[in-house]
Protein backbone atom coordinates (compact mmCIF):
# COMPACT_ATOMS: atom_id res chain seq x y z
CA UNK A 1 0.00 0.00 0.00
CA UNK A 2 1.81 2.81 -1.11
CA UNK A 3 1.74 6.05 1.00
CA UNK A 4 2.72 8.57 -0.86
CA UNK A 5 2.39 8.71 -4.70
CA UNK A 6 4.55 11.16 -6.91
CA UNK A 7 2.38 10.04 -10.31
CA UNK A 8 4.69 11.37 -12.82
CA UNK A 9 7.46 9.40 -13.40
CA UNK A 10 9.44 12.22 -15.84
CA UNK A 11 9.06 16.20 -16.42
CA UNK A 12 10.50 17.82 -19.25
CA UNK A 13 10.31 21.36 -19.41
CA UNK A 14 12.51 24.01 -21.03
CA UNK A 15 15.20 26.03 -19.26
CA UNK A 16 13.93 29.47 -17.86
CA UNK A 17 9.96 28.09 -17.75
CA UNK A 18 8.29 26.49 -14.40
CA UNK A 19 8.68 22.92 -13.21
CA UNK A 20 5.81 21.84 -11.25
CA UNK A 21 6.37 18.30 -8.89
CA UNK A 22 3.58 16.88 -7.38
CA UNK A 23 3.45 14.70 -4.51
CA UNK A 24 0.14 12.62 -3.00
CA UNK A 25 -0.10 11.45 0.04
CA UNK A 26 -3.03 8.92 2.16
CA UNK A 27 -2.11 9.55 5.35
CA UNK A 28 -3.51 12.74 7.28
CA UNK A 29 -1.17 12.10 10.52
CA UNK A 30 2.24 13.03 7.88
CA UNK A 31 2.67 16.48 9.42
CA UNK A 32 6.37 17.19 7.76
CA UNK A 33 7.15 17.50 4.53
CA UNK A 34 10.49 17.43 2.69
CA UNK A 35 12.08 17.17 -0.71
CA UNK A 36 15.49 16.12 -2.06
CA UNK A 37 16.98 15.94 -5.28
CA UNK A 38 19.41 12.96 -6.58
CA UNK A 39 21.35 13.03 -9.24
CA UNK A 40 23.16 9.16 -10.11
CA UNK A 41 26.05 7.68 -8.41
CA UNK A 42 25.07 10.30 -5.54
CA UNK A 43 23.17 10.31 -2.11
CA UNK A 44 19.51 12.61 -2.07
CA UNK A 45 20.70 16.06 -1.19
CA UNK A 46 17.81 17.64 1.16
CA UNK A 47 16.07 21.09 -1.11
CA UNK A 48 13.38 22.32 1.19
CA UNK A 49 10.29 21.51 3.96
CA UNK A 50 7.51 22.44 5.26
CA UNK A 51 5.67 21.46 7.97
CA UNK A 52 1.88 20.94 8.51
CA UNK A 53 1.61 24.42 9.69
CA UNK A 54 2.20 26.36 6.89
CA UNK A 55 0.65 25.72 3.63
CA UNK A 56 3.71 28.11 1.17
CA UNK A 57 7.65 27.83 1.83
CA UNK A 58 10.15 29.65 -0.20
CA UNK A 59 13.97 29.24 -0.97
CA UNK A 60 15.07 31.11 -3.56
CA UNK A 61 13.70 29.46 -6.84
CA UNK A 62 12.00 26.86 -4.98
CA UNK A 63 8.66 27.15 -3.34
CA UNK A 64 7.25 24.48 -1.86
CA UNK A 65 2.86 24.42 -1.70
CA UNK A 66 1.04 22.30 0.84
CA UNK A 67 -2.70 21.63 0.84
CA UNK A 68 -3.63 19.45 3.65
CA UNK A 69 -7.10 19.07 2.85
CA UNK A 70 -6.43 17.55 -0.52
CA UNK A 71 -3.56 15.95 0.82
CA UNK A 72 -1.26 17.38 -1.72
CA UNK A 73 2.00 18.96 -2.21
CA UNK A 74 3.89 19.97 -5.08
CA UNK A 75 7.44 21.73 -5.52
CA UNK A 76 7.97 24.96 -8.01
CA UNK A 77 11.04 25.65 -9.30
CA UNK A 78 11.43 29.22 -11.18
CA UNK A 79 13.37 29.56 -13.07
CA UNK A 80 14.14 26.40 -14.30
CA UNK A 81 17.86 25.82 -15.04
CA UNK A 82 19.50 22.58 -16.73
CA UNK A 83 21.57 21.86 -13.46
CA UNK A 84 18.15 21.42 -12.07
CA UNK A 85 17.90 18.08 -14.18
CA UNK A 86 17.91 15.59 -11.18
CA UNK A 87 15.17 12.93 -9.65
CA UNK A 88 13.16 14.65 -7.44
CA UNK A 89 11.78 12.82 -4.24
CA UNK A 90 9.18 14.09 -1.72
CA UNK A 91 9.65 12.20 1.50
CA UNK A 92 6.58 13.04 4.63
CA UNK A 93 7.09 11.61 8.16
CA UNK A 94 5.20 12.31 11.29
CA UNK A 95 5.14 12.72 15.06
CA UNK A 96 8.76 13.99 15.36
CA UNK A 97 9.85 10.65 14.02
CA UNK A 98 13.07 10.38 11.75
CA UNK A 99 11.48 7.71 9.17
CA UNK A 100 11.10 9.41 5.95
CA UNK A 101 8.30 7.77 3.66
CA UNK A 102 9.89 8.51 0.31
CA UNK A 103 7.59 8.60 -3.20
CA UNK A 104 9.15 6.93 -6.01
CA UNK A 105 10.31 9.79 -7.03
CA UNK A 106 10.50 12.25 -10.63
CA UNK A 107 13.10 12.42 -12.82
CA UNK A 108 13.20 16.23 -14.68
CA UNK A 109 15.12 17.27 -17.42
CA UNK A 110 15.45 20.88 -18.39
CA UNK A 111 16.56 21.56 -21.85
CA UNK A 112 18.39 24.17 -22.67
CA UNK B 1 31.87 20.62 7.71
CA UNK B 2 32.50 17.27 5.96
CA UNK B 3 29.36 15.43 4.99
CA UNK B 4 28.10 11.32 5.60
CA UNK B 5 30.44 9.54 4.50
CA UNK B 6 30.01 6.06 3.56
CA UNK B 7 32.16 2.99 3.18
CA UNK B 8 32.67 1.36 0.97
CA UNK B 9 31.13 2.74 -1.79
CA UNK B 10 30.84 -0.30 -4.12
CA UNK B 11 30.94 -4.15 -2.78
CA UNK B 12 29.99 -7.79 -4.16
CA UNK B 13 28.91 -10.33 -2.22
CA UNK B 14 28.04 -14.16 -2.67
CA UNK B 15 24.38 -15.68 -1.97
CA UNK B 16 24.57 -16.66 2.06
CA UNK B 17 27.56 -14.49 2.90
CA UNK B 18 26.68 -11.71 5.66
CA UNK B 19 28.28 -7.88 4.88
CA UNK B 20 28.42 -4.82 7.40
CA UNK B 21 28.88 -1.17 6.16
CA UNK B 22 29.59 1.75 7.69
CA UNK B 23 28.31 5.32 7.98
CA UNK B 24 29.98 8.48 9.12
CA UNK B 25 27.66 11.53 10.42
CA UNK B 26 28.14 14.60 9.75
CA UNK B 27 29.68 15.96 13.13
CA UNK B 28 27.38 17.25 15.65
CA UNK B 29 24.23 14.77 14.36
CA UNK B 30 22.80 12.75 16.80
CA UNK B 31 20.61 10.41 14.54
CA UNK B 32 21.61 8.52 12.02
CA UNK B 33 18.83 6.43 9.60
CA UNK B 34 19.43 3.84 6.93
CA UNK B 35 17.43 3.43 4.05
CA UNK B 36 17.43 0.75 0.73
CA UNK B 37 16.95 1.77 -2.43
CA UNK B 38 15.76 -0.04 -5.45
CA UNK B 39 14.43 0.51 -8.33
CA UNK B 40 11.62 -1.86 -7.64
CA UNK B 41 10.59 -0.69 -4.11
CA UNK B 42 11.99 3.19 -4.53
CA UNK B 43 13.59 4.49 -1.21
CA UNK B 44 12.65 2.25 1.94
CA UNK B 45 13.55 3.17 5.65
CA UNK B 46 15.61 0.26 7.40
CA UNK B 47 15.79 1.57 10.94
CA UNK B 48 17.33 4.93 12.61
CA UNK B 49 19.93 4.70 15.77
CA UNK B 50 19.86 7.61 18.30
CA UNK B 51 22.46 7.64 20.82
CA UNK B 52 23.21 4.14 20.39
CA UNK B 53 19.42 3.18 20.46
CA UNK B 54 17.45 1.77 17.93
CA UNK B 55 14.90 4.03 18.16
CA UNK B 56 12.73 3.27 15.05
CA UNK B 57 12.52 0.06 12.40
CA UNK B 58 11.12 -0.34 9.66
CA UNK B 59 9.64 -3.87 8.02
CA UNK B 60 12.83 -5.52 7.09
CA UNK B 61 13.92 -8.99 8.13
CA UNK B 62 15.83 -9.84 11.07
CA UNK B 63 18.59 -10.40 8.45
CA UNK B 64 19.25 -6.65 8.07
CA UNK B 65 20.43 -5.18 11.53
CA UNK B 66 22.63 -1.98 12.59
CA UNK B 67 23.89 -0.64 15.71
CA UNK B 68 26.01 3.12 16.83
CA UNK B 69 28.78 3.96 18.45
CA UNK B 70 29.27 6.86 21.41
CA UNK B 71 31.08 8.54 18.53
CA UNK B 72 27.69 8.38 16.20
CA UNK B 73 28.72 6.51 13.74
CA UNK B 74 26.87 3.74 12.75
CA UNK B 75 27.22 0.20 10.91
CA UNK B 76 24.64 -2.08 9.23
CA UNK B 77 24.47 -5.32 8.42
CA UNK B 78 22.62 -7.93 6.55
CA UNK B 79 23.43 -11.50 7.12
CA UNK B 80 22.74 -14.54 4.86
CA UNK B 81 22.77 -12.36 1.71
CA UNK B 82 19.87 -13.25 -0.64
CA UNK B 83 20.29 -11.98 -4.49
CA UNK B 84 17.30 -9.25 -3.94
CA UNK B 85 19.25 -7.49 -1.38
CA UNK B 86 21.23 -6.36 -4.17
CA UNK B 87 20.42 -2.09 -3.71
CA UNK B 88 21.82 0.81 -2.73
CA UNK B 89 22.17 1.30 1.40
CA UNK B 90 22.10 4.99 2.19
CA UNK B 91 22.78 6.46 5.38
CA UNK B 92 21.42 9.79 6.72
CA UNK B 93 21.88 11.92 9.37
CA UNK B 94 20.41 14.94 11.14
CA UNK B 95 20.91 17.15 14.36
CA UNK B 96 17.22 15.61 15.70
CA UNK B 97 16.30 18.97 16.84
CA UNK B 98 12.58 19.64 17.89
CA UNK B 99 10.68 20.79 14.89
CA UNK B 100 13.43 20.02 12.18
CA UNK B 101 13.67 16.96 10.33
CA UNK B 102 15.66 17.55 7.54
CA UNK B 103 18.49 14.47 6.93
CA UNK B 104 21.43 14.66 4.98
CA UNK B 105 22.66 11.77 2.98
CA UNK B 106 25.64 10.03 2.67
CA UNK B 107 26.61 8.70 -1.22
CA UNK B 108 25.32 5.62 -0.75
CA UNK B 109 27.35 2.17 -0.78
CA UNK B 110 26.13 -0.33 -4.17
CA UNK B 111 25.91 -3.43 -2.83
CA UNK B 112 25.53 -6.32 -5.56
CA UNK B 113 25.01 -9.94 -4.19
CA UNK B 114 25.20 -12.94 -7.09
Known amino acids: DQQVKQNSPSLSVQEGRISILNCDYTNSMFDYFLWYKKYPAEGPTFLISISSIKDKNEDGRFTVFLNKSAKHLSLHIVPSQPGDSAVYFC???????????FGKGTKLTVNP | KAGVTQTPRYLIKTRGQQVTLSCSPI?????VSWYQQTPGQGLQFLFEYFSETQRNKGNFPGRFSGRQFSNSRSEMNVSTLELGDSALYLC?????????????FGPGTRLTVT
Open chain 2, 27 to 31: SGHRS
Open chain 2, 92 to 104: ASSFDLGGIYEQY
Open chain 1, 91 to 101: ALTQGGSEKLV
